[in-house]
Nanobody, 115 residues
């Protein structure tokens, strides 16, 4: 099993940057697929990007070119670096770890982008 704790959210102006962190315990981020999701008010949760055990990353088209995912194995932490933030990036951002058939989620961190 895994426990995930996100941090780094906050209020930022459009065009700004944020780095979100997902600290894992109980399982290693270097072994299992870790993803970042977001959910805006009134909308379904959507995938932002993933990082595989091998370190390969993918991001959604909506954030491509503005977002990178990275990992620090020693800290058992996955990061989501978001640049050139837009108002439509406003959402609660969640970290997810897939361990075989189970999904583990963090509590989320709020990102609010003001115009």
């Amino acid at each position: 099993q895994a426990q995930l704790v996100e941090s780094g959210g906050g209020l930022v102006q459009a065009g700004g940057s944020l780095r979100l962190s997902c600290v894992a315990s109980g399982s290693s981020v270097s072994i299992f697929l870790v993803g970042w999701y977001r959910q805006a008010p009134g909308k379904q949760r959507e995938l932002v990007g993933t990082i595989t055990a091998g370190g390969r990353t993918e991001v959604a088209d909506s954030v491509k070119g503005r977002t990178t995912i990275s990992r620090d194995n020693a800290k058992n932490t996955v990061y989501l670096q978001m640049n050139s933030l837009r108002t439509e990036d406003t959402a609660v951002y969640y970290c997810n770890m897939k361990i075989f058939t189970r999904d583990y989620w963090g509590q989320g961190t709020q990102v609010t982008v003001s115009a």
